[in-house]
T-cell receptor, first 112, second 116 residues
């Protein structure tokens, strides 16, 4: 069993839809959670960074962490075609320089 | 400024060549990382420098050699690579301040490496 599970998609939604992306993890030692957006052939871009259970909002993005269920989510409101990318969840066990464990990434396509 | 820069953007090399990838950040971060990413896969950690001290992923072959000249620069020296080493090589940095929670990793745009 992988430490971090993420549905690879592809996920196709119409413009304006609310998108829900999810990851589950098995190791309760993970304490820090990140969501990255990666366009094709580019480096990952950090979208959200959280380290406590609950919600964190930034513009159209909301990150949700449920440590009791070992489940994290990223919600995108009013999705745009420019949101079409691969979304990677990542997590680490320590706040200091340490290995990030990534999900496989979910490919999102927002259609006009 | 959350920018990590990498050069070159693209590199094609033969199996007998020696080349270097370069990474730079000016955010005052004290940890820098090299990742390898194959198509449709997540990044895999190769090396970490934290306060200029190296940690290695032991599965990385010795034909990859990192160097950290100072806290802002990170190089990856390549020698006698194989075609399966073709990938996107990503550099990242983080603040790595002990006792602080703001240690998120910021990635550069990557170097796309092709080994012939």
């Amino acid at each position: 069993q992988k430490e971090v599970e993420q549905d690879p998609g592809p996920l196709s939604v119409p413009e304006g839809a609310i998108v829900s992306l999810n990851c589950t993890y098995s190791n309760s030692a993970f304490q820090y959670f990140m969501w990255y957006r990666q366009y094709s052939r580019k480096g990952p871009e950090l979208l959200m960074y959280t380290y406590s259970s609950g919600n964190k909002e930034d513009g159209r993005f909301t990150a949700q962490v449920d440590k009791s269920s070992k489940y994290i989510s990223l919600f995108i409101r009013d999705s745009q075609p420019s949101d079409s990318a691969t979304y990677l969840c990542a997590m680490s066990k320590s706040g200091t320089a340490s290995k990030l464990t990534f999900g496989t990434g979910t490919r999102l396509q927002v259609t006009l | 400024d959350t920018e990590v820069t990498q050069t070159p953007k693209h590199l094609v090399m033969g199996m007998t060549n020696k080349k270097s990838l370069k990474c730079e950040q000016h955010m005052g971060h004290r940890a820098m990382y090299w990742y390898k990413q194959k198509a449709k896969k997540p990044p895999e950690l190769m090396f970490v420098y934290s306060y200029e001290k190296l940690s290695i992923n032991e599965s990385v072959p010795s034909r990859f050699s990192p160097e950290c000249p100072n806290s802002s620069l990170l190089n990856l020296h390549l020698h006698a690579l194989q075609p399966e080493d073709s990938a996107l090589y990503l550099c990242a940095s983080s603040q790595d301040e002990p006792g602080q929670a703001n240690n998120e990793q910021f990635f550069g745009p990557g170097t796309r490496l092709t080994v012939l």
